[in-house]
């Protein structure tokens, strides 16, 4: 990825409002929010979303990859705004994502 270096995203060192937890490890800032699903105190889903700044980068696999999908042509993506974006993709319940957003 072609950036700038990366500036810690949390202002004077605090979470974003939406934060149940946040840090920095290995694969850099991380932000996360939890969801109650139910009545006990263990009963929550947990989304990590990572700081993800501008840049260029190649997605997709290399033509010779082993197992490579006709899909997964290589080709240039640009992110022009910085921000946090899902860790990975997340299939919720019908339920449950009425419940978010309504």
Do not use: N
Request: net charge negative; aromatic share 14%.
């Amino acid at each position: 990825m072609t950036t700038a270096p990366i500036e810690c995203p949390f202002t004077d060192m605090q979470p974003p409002a939406w934060a149940s937890g946040w840090g920095q490890d290995q694969f850099g800032y991380y932000a996360e929010f939890s969801i109650r699903t139910g009545e006990k105190y263990w009963d929550f889903l947990t989304q990590r979303m990572r700081w993800i700044p501008p840049g260029t980068f190649t997605m997709g696999s290399p033509d010779d990859e082993a197992d490579r999908s006709v899909d997964e042509v290589q080709h240039s993506v640009t992110l022009r705004c910085l921000g946090f974006r899902g860790q990975c993709c997340v299939l919720f319940p019908r339920g449950l994502l009425f419940e978010l957003v309504g």
